[in-house]
């Protein structure tokens, strides 16, 4: 099979197109001919060594996937060869940049049926990420007010999207690029972080602060200040502390996405009902993703990048 590998800690430039060996599924696994493949920036960090996974060399990035099940290993019930699935694969393990991935059953489910197979695999990670960090993290509930700092960025649309189905008041960040849609996520209020300040566009208090932005952490310390006592500041940059205020009860709590089956299964619905809406920027061959990753390191790539590998 086709893949995209890299045999080496290091720049873009150590990822290959190349031939691999198909996988086979151990029991508990399926193996998925994959339709759509993700790009996340996270693929590049694991790729540079800038983020504590172990990975085993050569190693295939992409850990959001959408395809069909191949084959199944012992033990798996409830997936069937030739079902159309998606998931959130183990980044320590052979990702999805490659025309086959094993994958553990219990990562995956039903894939959507009113999107392209292939542009599934744009949301499982980042949606999860913005479920978790909105109501496991955050305790978001309804009628309350959040503000998302980075609404941009891909994680940034689901959880407007979702703070808004779920009844809140949904204050967000964006730059003049991306203002529209973020307005057509839902947001009730879009801020240009580009030219206001956001201690003064952001004048009420919110019970959830859910940062998704590298921004200056003094920054992110000055808006504890916007949250109201005994409210949340969740976060995505695991790089830096996220802060909090004890005196207030405003607890801190720094995200790291885990698979969720039950999760992404609601997730599933939600976009078959129409309640959620998948975006595309890009969908490029897998031969091609290199160069994304070049793009990427060069603050080039906006929006979700679908990865497509070749037919067989």
């Given at each position: 099979?086709?893949?995209?590998?890299?045999?080496?800690?290091?720049?873009?430039?150590?990822?290959?197109?190349?031939?691999?060996?198909?996988p086979t599924p151990?029991?508990?696994?399926?193996?998925?001919?994959?339709?759509?493949?993700?790009?996340?920036?996270?693929?590049?960090?694991?790729?540079?060594?800038?983020?504590?996974?172990?990975?085993?060399?050569?190693?295939?990035?992409?850990?959001?996937?959408?395809?069909?099940?191949?084959?199944?290993?012992?033990?798996?019930?409830?997936?069937?060869?030739?079902?159309?699935?998606?998931?959130?694969?183990?980044?320590?393990?052979?990702?999805?940049?490659?025309?086959?991935?094993?994958?553990?059953?219990?990562?995956?489910?039903?894939?959507?049926?009113?999107?392209?197979?292939?542009?599934?695999?744009?949301?499982?990670?980042?949606?999860?990420?913005?479920?978790?960090?909105?109501?496991?993290?955050?305790?978001?509930?309804?009628?309350?007010?959040?503000?998302?700092?980075?609404?941009?960025?891909?994680?940034?649309?689901?959880?407007?999207?979702?703070?808004?189905?779920?009844?809140?008041?949904?204050?967000?960040?964006?730059?003049?690029?991306?203002?529209?849609?973020?307005?057509?996520?839902?947001?009730?209020?879009?801020?240009?972080?580009?030219?206001?300040?956001?201690?003064?566009?952001?004048?009420?208090?919110?019970?959830?602060?859910?940062?998704?932005?590298?921004?200056?952490?003094?920054?992110?310390?000055?808006?504890?200040?916007r949250v109201r006592?005994?409210?949340?500041?969740?976060?995505?940059?695991?790089?830096?502390?996220?802060?909090?205020?004890?005196?207030?009860?405003?607890?801190?709590?720094?995200?790291?996405?885990?698979?969720?089956?039950?999760?992404?299964?609601e997730l599933v619905?939600?976009?078959?009902?129409?309640?959620?809406?998948?975006?595309?920027?890009?969908?490029?061959?897998?031969?091609?993703?290199?160069?994304?990753?070049?793009?990427?390191?060069?603050?080039?790539?906006?929006?979700?990048?679908?990865?497509?590998?070749?037919?067989?």
């Amino acid at each position: 099979m086709k893949a995209v590998r890299f045999h080496e800690i290091g720049g873009p430039e150590v990822l290959r197109y190349e031939d691999a060996e198909q996988p086979t599924p151990v029991p508990g696994q399926v193996r998925i001919a994959i339709a759509g493949s993700a790009f996340n920036p996270a693929d590049g960090n694991i790729r540079a060594g800038r983020l504590p996974i172990p990975v085993t060399l050569p190693h295939v990035p992409g850990y959001d996937v959408s395809g069909t099940v191949d084959a199944v290993g012992d033990g798996v019930d409830g997936l069937t060869v030739g079902q159309a699935v998606v998931g959130f694969l183990p980044m320590t393990a052979d990702g999805s940049a490659a025309q086959y991935v094993v994958a553990p059953a219990d990562v995956l489910v039903g894939a959507p049926t009113t999107i392209p197979l292939a542009d599934a695999a744009a949301f499982p990670s980042v949606a999860l990420t913005a479920w978790q960090a909105l109501f496991d993290d955050g305790g978001l509930v309804a009628g309350q007010r959040v503000l998302v700092v980075g609404a941009g960025g891909p994680v940034g649309g689901y959880a407007v999207q979702l703070a808004k189905r779920a009844g809140a008041y949904v204050i967000a960040t964006a730059s003049p690029r991306s203002r529209a849609s973020v307005s057509a996520a839902g947001a009730d209020e879009v801020v240009d972080h580009t030219a206001t300040d956001l201690l003064d566009a952001v004048s009420e208090p919110v019970d959830v602060l859910l940062n998704l932005a590298p921004i200056d952490p003094a920054e992110l310390h000055a808006l504890v200040a916007r949250v109201r006592d005994g409210g949340a500041v969740v976060s995505t940059t695991a790089w830096m502390p996220t802060p909090g205020d004890d005196e207030r009860h405003v607890r801190a709590v720094t995200v790291f996405v885990r698979p969720d089956a039950e999760q992404l299964a609601e997730l599933v619905r939600r976009i078959d009902r129409g309640e959620l809406r998948v975006e595309v920027a890009e969908r490029v061959p897998l031969s091609e993703l290199p160069a994304i990753h070049r793009r990427a390191a060069d603050g080039q790539v906006h929006g979700k990048v679908v990865v497509v590998p070749p037919a067989d």
